[in-house]
């Protein structure tokens, strides 16, 4: 069902993704931009500070392009999605209820989540390049990162999800708990599966942000070391770059969990 409704919305969508990339490529090319405008500002010259400029201008039209038109096209996704649902769905009110809204998901997921991903994965790339066209030994630094983020991930990643898929099976039960009149213990059980999910978050962005940090510090040294002559702009333009590869790092554990969300809501849809 949702895999048909997408097909024959594939052109919009690659319209969407493809401002978005644009809007992406473009602000890789801006640590650049920026370092070169602070160095000829010293000297006073303008000339970089106004490619700056317009590099922002120019991305930040693309990405306003894409504001304005995937809200026209995902909203007809989600009408569609729902429709169909409806129109073949055997369930109770209960679960018809809670699945209408979890189809809400859905689209936040194609509208936010996906354009997260796109952005991730090209300024992790992009960054990535460009440190090591700066100084290769940083940049294997700044990629040994991805190895102990990555077991972060993993070893938080099936608790996130076995408490997501317990707190989607929970919500299903929320209008017939409030006709029951047992809404003390739905709304208890809510609260207990969130404060529990939300403690594995954080102690997931804990250990996360301190590998991060860590691996900043340690790039830093590094290539301050092997370039103790560079420029103010140079050292602002490396930094932004080293930063924006680790930050980027930090779109993994985000994206495992919207997968397992948005996998669970697709399955009992289309299993209804």
Known sequence: MLKKILLRNRLKLIVIYLYL???ELLTLLTPIALGKAIDGLIDQDFTWILIFFSIEFIANAFMYKRMV????VYTK????????????SNGDVSEQSARTDLAGNIIHFFEDAIPFYIMSIIGMIGSLFFIFLTDWLTGLIV????????????YFYPKINTVTLL????????IKSL????YVNYFDR????????STLQGKSWWSLNNTKSSFLAIALIMFTYRHSNITQGEAIAAYAYINKFLVSLMSIPIAMEIYAMISDVIKRIEDD
Not at 78 to 84: A, D, G, S, T
Not at 168 to 174: I, M, P, R, V
Not at 190 to 197: A, C, D, E
């Open 143 to 154: 990629f040994a990162c991805s190895f102990p983020i990555t077991l972060i991930v993993f």
């Open 167 to 174: 707190a989607n099976t929970h919500y299903e039960s929320k």
């Open 69 to 72: 038109y995937d809200t026209i």
């Open 190 to 197: 809510r609260k207990k599966l969130q404060v529990y999910r």
């Open 21 to 23: 990339a644009a809007y």
């Open 179 to 182: 006709e029951e009149g047992s």
């Open 77 to 88: 996704i989600y009408n569609e999605l729902v429709f169909e649902y409806m129109n073949r």
